[in-house]
Nanobody, 121 residues
Framework: QAQLVESGGGLVQPGGSLRLSCVFS????????MGWYRQAPGKQRELVAD???????SYVDSVKGRFTISRNNAKNTVSLQMNSLRPEDTAVYSC???????????????WGQGTQVTVSS
């Protein structure tokens, strides 16, 4: 059964770095969309960064210049490099994907289970 599996969260001090990875466990014929979202306690989930099918990348303003999203098509992976982390980056980070899984057009959309990122001294 296809699924997204995230890794790389943890506790880091302000100014530190973490790298999140999200792997799609099934086969991918074409990637339509992959993105990272986060939800802090008491707040709505927000888009952090995403990559569309044509490679267009976008970031929420609060992470521009600090976070970098990248995609490895050969490994079915999307990663989020997070530098200069701040306490306000603390949240559960989840990846989302919309892909075509075979050449006849079967699609799959879903979320990973989430990984906790805590920025604190």
């Amino acid at each position: 059964q296809a699924q997204l599996v995230e890794s790389g969260g943890g506790l880091v001090q302000p100014g530190g770095s973490l790298r999140l990875s999200c792997v799609f466990s099934g086969s991918i014929f074409r990637i339509y969309y992959m993105g990272w979202y986060r939800q802090a306690p008491g707040k709505q989930r927000e888009l952090v960064a995403d990559i569309t099918s044509d490679g267009t990348i976008s970031y929420v303003d609060s992470v521009k210049g600090r976070f970098t999203i990248s995609r490895n098509n050969a490994k079915n992976t999307v990663s989020l490099q997070m530098n200069s982390l701040r306490p306000e980056d603390t949240a559960v980070y989840s990846c989302n994907a919309h892909v075509m899984t075979d050449e006849v057009g079967t699609t799959w959309s879903g979320w990973g289970q989430g990984t906790q990122v805590t920025v604190s001294s």
